[in-house]
């Protein structure tokens, strides 16, 4: 512990996440819903603050959780920062990721802020230039796209109870 969950916008790391905090017994914690309870909704902060200053706050609030004995999800672009990348080096990761053609439903109606405007276009260039990182990172890849969702849950259950032995 803890367990994280990193990968793109909208690849379904929270909804795994959270039933795979049920299935280990284990505490579930969202950084982003962190950030929305300690600082309000993530695009105010964005319009209001900036990027960077968000980034801050994420890092912060990303530090605090790994620091728990607990299934973690982290926002799409917590890896960006270095010291994230350093801290999740040694931990257990799993990287969910998912088509475009997928999360063009899943984004349908949502107003996050680095992909407004633009929708899928925007996320496949976000997901592309951190691809890289997320690939490095992971101890374990899972693609949501299709995999029924208890599915993945009982496939990470598993696999980090083997890990941990």
Same mark, same amino acid.
């Given at each position: 512990?803890? =367990? ?21 017994? *284990? ?31 994420? $890092? ?5 959780? =790994? ?14 920062? *270095? ?22 439903? $899943? =984004?349908?109606?949502?107003? $996050?802020?680095?992909?407004a405007g633009d929708g899928v276009a925007a ?32 496939? *990470?259950?598993a696999w980090h109870k083997e890990e941990q032995?």
């Amino acid at each position: 512990m803890p =367990l994280v969950f990193i990968g793109p916008m909208a690849a379904g790391k929270s909804k795994i996440g959270r039933r795979v905090a049920r299935g280990l017994g *284990v505490p579930f914690i969202d950084t982003d819903q962190r950030i929305v309870a300690q600082h309000g909704p993530i695009e105010q902060i964005f319009t209001r603050d900036g990027e960077e200053r968000f980034r801050q706050i994420e $890092r912060e609030v990303v530090a605090d959780a =790994l620091r728990e004995q607990a299934v973690v999800s982290l926002g799409g672009g917590a890896v960006l920062d *270095v010291d994230t990348q350093a801290e999740l080096a040694g931990a257990s990761v799993v990287y969910v990721t998912v088509s475009a053609a997928a999360v063009a439903e $899943r =984004l349908a109606g949502t107003d $996050r802020p680095l992909v407004a405007g633009d929708g899928v276009a925007a996320w496949e260039r976000i997901f592309t230039a951190r691809r890289p990182i997320y690939e490095r990172l992971a101890t374990l890849t899972i693609d949501s796209s299709r995999t029924p969702m208890m599915r993945l849950v009982d496939h *990470v259950v598993a696999w980090h109870k083997e890990e941990q032995r």
